[in-house]
């Protein structure tokens, strides 16, 4: 079976692809610097798998030791680009440190390739791309306009899509999958592996999730007074591992040579947009704990309202999204209380 290269493989999104990758038979080499990850994620995924990964400690900017891996593992067909920094925030504070990551590390990684006969790369991309969609660009699908990016980190992802984009077109040979997340939420079903946000988590569901084990008091429920429903913003919370399933089909698809352009975009949803209140409601009632919640400003930089048209990925990749939303945050919480030795 071929052998893929998972660049952030110990992360949130990589540790449950390298999952379904093992379970499909492929060998998965993991390279990750462990910035925002922990070792022992491999022993969860061990657990789960009854198969370990290879993996190795290089930081994806560190060009000489990532020539000797693409040599030492000779049988590389593809590589699976997640490793990045991620934090919206923090990629204010310190554009420099994420355009020299994010944007060094897929630099460094297409030069070896193509010096190392690899030809199929998948990339991480996020929805993030879009901005927020005008009304008639709702749901959004592929062709929609990508706008300037609210951050350096969504900067990155645009810039990494067009290095890509360039990249390919004075490379027959190379060929990628740009894969477009919406919101990933929820944990491994045998909550061995999850999310593991370091320090005070900025996205919904950590935050949720640690509000209801009492590491967090209160969760603040960002602008009531959105043009929704009910007041809330809406995304398109997609689970984590239907997430990971279509890596291995974007796999699957490039090795078999079925691509029809070299430069294969999809957008990762579920095509239904749930706002923040209704994820708060439906995690009470499926869990049955009552986290304490308020009512506060908006968050700068916030969009209003996106969710997915995923037909292009149901029709061209043969997967769907479909695990409905009660199993997945109880998942996600399955995994809080196991962290916390919560009975
Ligand atoms: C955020 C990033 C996005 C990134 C994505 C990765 C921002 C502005 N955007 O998206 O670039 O690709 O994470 O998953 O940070 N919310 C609360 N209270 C909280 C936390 C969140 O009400 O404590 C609300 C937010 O206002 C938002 C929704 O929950 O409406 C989802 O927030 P979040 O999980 O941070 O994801 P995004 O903002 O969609």
């Given at each position: 079976m071929a052998r893929i290269l998972v660049t952030g493989g110990t992360g949130y999104i990589g540790s449950h692809t390298v999952v379904c990758l093992m379970e499909q038979g492929y060998d998965v080499v993991i390279v990750d610097n462990l910035s925002n990850s922990n070792v022992e994620v491999l022993d969860g995924i061990e657990r789960i798998v009854g198969r370990r990964p290879d993996f190795e400690n290089i930081d994806c900017l560190d060009y000489t030791n990532m020539d000797r891996l693409f040599a030492r593992y000779s049988d590389i067909e593809a590589v699976i680009h997640f490793a990045a920094s991620k934090a919206v925030g923090e990629s204010v504070e310190k554009p420099l440190l994420y355009y020299r990551n994010n944007l060094g590390s897929l630099i460094n990684l297409l030069e070896l390739m193509m010096a190392h006969g690899v030809k199929n790369i998948v990339f991480s991309s996020s929805c993030t791309v879009y901005g927020q969609p005008d009304a008639n660009h709702l749901p959004v699908d592929e062709t929609a306009p990508i706008q300037k990016a609210l951050s350096p980190y969504g900067n990155t992802k645009q810039v990494n899509e067009e290095i890509i984009q360039d990249t390919c077109h004075s490379n027959a040979n190379l060929h990628a999958t740009i894969l477009r997340y919406f919101n990933p939420i929820g944990a491994h079903p045998s909550a061995e592996i999850g999310e593991l946000p370091n320090?005070?988590?900025?996205?919904l569901l950590p935050f949720v999730t640690q509000t209801a084990a009492g590491l967090r008091e209160c969760l603040r429920v960002?602008?009531?007074?959105?043009?929704t429903p009910d007041g809330s913003c809406i995304r398109d919370y997609i689970y984590v591992m239907d997430l990971a399933k279509a890596h291995v089909k974007a796999v699957e698809r490039m090795l078999s040579g079925?691509?029809?352009?070299?430069v294969e975009i999809f957008n990762l949803g579920t095509g239904r947009g749930l706002s923040v209140l209704e994820i708060l409601r439906t995690f009470i009632k499926v869990t049955g704990v009552h986290l304490k919640y308020e009512i506060v400003g908006r968050r700068e930089g916030d969009i209003e309202q996106v969710w997915a048209k995923p037909d292009k990925a149901n029709t061209v990749l043969g997967w769907k999204a479909d695990t409905p939303v009660e199993e997945v945050l109880m998942s996600a919480w399955n995994w809080e209380k196991k962290l916390r030795g919560i009975e």
């Open positions: 320090g005070i988590p900025n996205n960002f602008g009531d007074d959105y043009n079925a691509p029809t352009e070299q």
